[in-house]
């Protein structure tokens, strides 16, 4: 049912006095409840202490970048898991006397869980840690706390030695490792370089200028040797077409010659004689020995020449021209077998100083990464000296306790007055429940209850005229009862703040 | 001696102060018909009817009773049911009406909101109230009102020789007449669909016409019974109770009852914290 603040006021009001009874019966009995629990809660003690982590020390600024402090935040952080770590909790239980009974594992298990549950530990600001403990014996509540502040200091300082120790010795394992390995490649530069002496600044370039060169010269007699085979076998063609032509020249020259003497003679004879004249007769027959002789000799050269044979020919040996171009072809093929060398020569070379680029290439490579890797390491092993020194500086600090210290800022005290909850509090908390409850139990019951308690929420709801809302009328008999009802109701409320106060002086008379 | 002048000693007895008041210039005028005329003229007559009450209840009886008293303006229950009061005049414009007091559920205060709803109009010097209850399962009139014992609505509407004057009781205050339910019957409802309890409505409209005539009906749970009254009733008046009536049941009500007659709702018995004398 929804309702206004001001009807939920109004409604509240009725229902509370509607049922009195059951308010009142709540008020007495949670106030009694409030007591009762107040009468048997255990008294707590609390002791505290605060360590300081002093890490403003004269050391630090001296050492500022070389020795590595622990971390506060951290100590705070890990103060916890420090503390409650097993070996600070056996010692506990042994420094409070709870091992006195000789606990079995499980109950000194329990016994750990509820010292964890009464122990605080706070990280107050950057450099204190607070930690209280909560105790029923005072007198336990202090030396507890006590042991607890000084067992941690000891576990840290221990904790931190250790720790500064183990990050020495890596660094200086480490540090070794890498001083091996800068051993290890200095070694193998050395081979390298003494492997490739002419490894040197430049090489590279020369090499390249040289094949360069090679193959310049390769191409420049590979174009003379073309040039001289084009010429020798220029010069074999005219020595060849010299020889046709001094051959022919000769004796079909002769031939001709002694044909033309010949009809000469025969027509000096015809002159003189007739046709079978036996001078003439033989004249004529010369002369046709003559054309026979002629194209006998035509036939045996065509024939040469088809053969491909140069005719070998006295005549043509003595011939000048014959004889000169013979001589430049000699000199030729000379040329061409001296330029054929020369290219063999250039190759073998350049070949040779192609493989000797490829191998400087290697080594190069090589070089560069021995190179590398030395300069590595050296910059890596160079660190890790810095540093394994700043390690040994910082184990000495602990060693030494000049570093970041743990310092007991606040002893712990014997607490002398029970804290946690009191006795007034239960009462202050019974009276303030006892009140509350019953009120928030009546408002969810308004709240839930389809009963209607307002009548104006008739007219809201159903848009009908509530034409009169008519209070109780109280009967005598009625107000006769309500009267010793509301008495009773009094006393029993005033009865109750009566207890309350009077168990609460007594309290504090120490009677009960 | 006629049945009526019969009917009408047997009322003065009871009442005491009433007579049999000649009308002039009417020779023949029935007794009963000149008698609420002559009521009607001289509001006085009204007035002095509370002189010759033969019991009247005594402060206490009307505390006990949970009934208003006229003495204690400083209750607010008073001013509640004199504001109810005010509201069923303005409603019926002065005339004498019938209202009609159902509940939503049993035990929602409808007999206690009808009775002081009359008692609320015998207050005024100037009115009557008659109270019927018609309440048959659960009849509760009888419980206060002085000489309770004698025929009620049911011997009435039961018996053909009861007179009407013989169940009208005085209520034991002033203008405060009351019909108690009578003997139980097995089925009183039939009772009160009857013919005679029509004519019994018509005749007492009629015949006591400056009287408000209250009824204290059954809860809505009785639907039949309430259809019935409420057409005899000129208002009907439902009455919630604090903490007890639920929406669903008002809507219920609602509906079984004619926009027309419903006067309101009375949300009752709301807490309220006493003066402790």
Redesign the interface.
């Known amino acids: ?1 929804q309702m206004h603040t001001e009807q939920m006021a109004s409604a509240l009001i ?2 509370l ?2 049922s009195r009874r059951l308010v009142v019966g709540l008020f007495v009995a949670l106030n009694v409840a409030a007591l009762a629990l107040g009468s048997i809660w255990p008294k707590s003690y609390t002791a505290s202490t605060s360590i300081l982590v002093d890490e403003r020390n004269i050391v630090q600024p001296l050492m500022q970048g070389t020795a590595v402090p622990t971390e506060v935040a951290d100590r705070g952080r890990n103060a916890r898991e420090v503390i409650f770590g097993r070996k600070i909790m056996d010692r506990i239980l042994e420094n409070g006397g709870w091992l006195a009974s000789h606990p079995n594992a499980e109950e000194k298990e329990r016994l750990i869980e509820e010292i964890k549950k009464r122990t605080t530990i706070l990280s107050a600001g950057r450099t204190i840690i607070k930690i209280e403990y909560r105790d029923s014996d005072a007198e336990r509540a202090f030396r507890t706390t006590q042991k607890f502040a000084e067992l941690f200091i000891q576990e840290s300082i221990a904790a931190k030695a250790a720790e500064s120790s183990a990050a020495f010795d890596f660094i200086d394992k480490q540090a070794q490792e890498y001083q091996d390995k800068l051993t290890r490649t200095e070694a193998q530069l050395a081979e390298l370089r003494s492997a490739n002496l002419d490894a040197r600044a430049g090489t590279e370039a020369e090499v390249t200028a040289r094949i360069g060169e090679l193959q310049t010269r390769i191409e420049r007699a590979t174009q003379d040797l073309k040039e001289a085979e084009i010429r020798g076998a220029a010069l074999e063609k005219q020595v060849s077409g010299e020889v046709e032509v001094t051959t022919a020249a000769t004796r079909e020259g002769q031939f001709r010659a002694r044909i033309a003497d010949l009809q000469s003679r025969l027509d000096t004879l015809r002159l003189s004689y007739h046709d079978t004249h036996p001078d003439i007769v033989q004249v004529k027959q010369q002369m046709r020995d003559l054309v026979e002789g002629i194209n006998a000799e035509r036939e045996r050269r065509e024939q040469y020449r088809r053969s491909g044979l140069a005719e070998t020919d006295q005549s043509a040996l003595s011939n000048p021209v014959y004889q000169q171009l013979r001589r430049e072809a000699s000199q030729n093929q000379l040329a061409i077998e001296a330029l054929r060398g020369r290219i063999a020569d250039s190759q073998q070379r350049l070949l040779q100083e192609i493989g000797r680029g490829r191998l400087l290439h290697m080594g190069d490579a090589r070089l560069a990464e021995l190179t590398r890797d030395y300069q590595v390491n050296r910059d890596i092993f160079q660190d890790l000296l810095r540093r394994r020194e700043n390690a040994r500086v910082s184990m000495n600090l602990d060693v030494e306790r000049q570093g970041p210290t743990l310092k007991i800022q606040e002893p712990a005290t014997l607490p002398l007055a029970p804290s946690g909850l009191n006795f007034w509090h239960f009462v202050a908390g019974g009276t303030l429940l006892g009140v509350l409850i019953p009120t928030g139990l009546l408002m969810v019951r308004l709240n839930l ?5 307002i ?1 104006s929420a ?2 809201t ?2 848009k ?14 009625e ?1 006769k009862n ?2 010793l009802e ?1 008495m009773a109701l009094s006393l029993a409320v005033g009865g109750t703040v009566a207890m309350a106060m009077v168990v609460s002086v007594l309290r504090v008379l120490k009677v009960l | 001696m006629s049945k009526i002048e019969k009917a009408l000693g047997k009322a003065r007895l009871d009442r005491g102060n009433l007579q049999l008041v000649p009308v002039p210039g009417g020779a023949a005028t029935p007794a009963g018909t000149a008698l609420v005329a002559h009521r009607a003229a001289h509001p006085e007559t009204i007035a002095n009817m509370s002189a010759g009450e033969s019991k009247l209840l005594t402060p206490d009886d009307l505390s006990a009773a949970r009934i208003i008293q006229h003495e204690r303006i400083e209750d607010p229950v008073i001013q509640v049911f004199r504001g109810l009061r005010t509201k069923v005049v303005q409603q019926s414009q002065g005339q004498s009406s019938v209202v009609l007091v159902t509940a939503v559920s049993k035990e929602s205060g409808s007999s206690f909101v009808a009775r002081n709803l009359g008692a609320a109009f015998a207050f005024d010097a100037g009115k009557t109230a008659l109270l019927m209850d018609c309440n048959l399962k659960n009849p509760s009139i009888h419980r206060w009102i002085p000489h309770a014992s004698g025929p009620g609505l049911m011997d009435y509407l039961d018996n053909p020789d009861l007179d009407l004057a013989g169940i009208i009781r005085p209520a034991g205050i002033p203008r405060y007449r009351a019909i108690t339910a009578g003997a139980p019957r097995k089925i009183p409802g039939e009772y009160l669909s009857s013919l005679k309890m029509r004519r019994l409505m018509e005749t007492i409209r009629i015949r006591y016409s400056e009287r408000y005539i209250i009824v204290d009906g059954p809860p809505m749970s009785d639907l039949a019974d309430i259809r019935v009254l409420s057409e005899f009733a000129d208002y009907v008046l439902i009455v919630a109770r604090y903490g007890r009536a639920t929406s669903g049941q008002i809507a219920s009500c609602l509906n079984a009852v004619s926009d027309r007659k419903l006067l309101g709702i009375v949300f009752n018995d709301e807490p309220y914290f006493p003066r402790l004398r």
């Open positions: 049912m009725h229902e006095f509607h209850d389809p009963r209607i308690r009548g008739i007219a709801q159903h009908v005229t509530v034409v009169a809302v008519v209070p109780h009328m109280w009967a005598p008999t107000l309500l009267r509301i």
